[in-house]
């Protein structure tokens, strides 16, 4: 069963505007989120992380958002570039160092 | 340059034929592990190692092996393939302490079974 979940499998967004994508889970022993980006024909390279005990964690133009009531993390990306296209994993952890359980992907076109 | 490689990128067999997807980290890592993508499916774990000599199964590791002789190697095996073993393969490694936003990945090894 799936215990990360990422229902949208794709996104398209114009250059410069917001792209948000979103990620629910279902196992409440999840303490620790990662967002993973992956380019086609290479590896998934991390992106930005957030701990349960903190509701927003920001990196540039990444910022990810923890709500843990409802089970759900976004990753906005402001502004938007052609070079963000990519299919980006959700990943969640019991905790950090432990084996992750990844979402299908979302794949974002920033389209110039 | 840190890096995990995966050999061989690209794999076309027939079913029944053994082989093994080789990985290599040069960070000296202690955590490595394989995880296959699919379509629909996403990222989903094999087989993981906690450090030389320990192994242990991640979310679907019928029909694989995998050993840990060595620090920087951990070889994946398909002793019998099979087509539902068709998919890209990604070996990664991280270092205890550091967490998972560590975990480096290798590029792939597209694996086709016929």
């Known amino acids: 069963d799936q215990q990360v979940k990422q229902n949208s499998p794709s996104l398209s967004v114009q250059e410069g505007r917001i792209s948000i994508l979103n990620c629910d889970y279902t196992?409440?022993?999840?303490?620790?989120f990662l967002w993973y980006k992956k380019y086609p024909a290479e590896g998934p390279t991390f992106l930005i992380s957030?701990?349960?005990?903190?509701d927003k964690n920001e990196d540039g133009r990444f910022t990810v958002f923890l709500n843990k009531s409802a089970k759900h993390l976004s990753l906005h990306i402001v502004p938007s570039q052609p070079g963000d296209s990519a299919v980006y994993f959700c990943a969640a952890s019991r905790n950090s160092g432990y084996a992750l359980n990844f979402g299908k992907g979302t794949s974002l076109l920033v389209t110039p | 340059e840190a890096q995990v490689t995966q050999n061989p990128r690209y794999l076309i067999t027939v079913t029944g034929k053994k082989l093994t997807v080789t990985c290599s980290q040069n960070?000296?890592?202690?955590?490595m592990s394989w995880y296959r993508q699919d379509p629909g499916l996403g990222l989903r774990q094999i087989y993981y190692?906690?450090?030389?000599?320990?192994?242990d199964k991640g979310d679907v590791p019928e029909g694989y092996k995998v050993s840990r002789k060595e620090k920087r190697n951990f070889p994946l095996i398909l002793e019998s393939p099979s087509p539902n073993q068709t998919s890209l393969y990604f070996c990664?490694?991280?270092?205890?302490?550091?967490?998972?936003?560590?975990?480096?990945f290798g590029s792939g090894t597209q694996l086709s079974v016929l």
């Open positions: 196992n409440s022993m999840f303490d620790y």
């Open positions: 190692s906690m450090n030389v000599e320990v192994t």
């Open positions: 990664a490694s991280s270092s205890p302490g550091q967490g998972n936003e560590k975990l480096f």
């Open positions: 960070m000296n890592h202690e955590y």
């Open positions: 957030i701990s349960s005990i903190k």
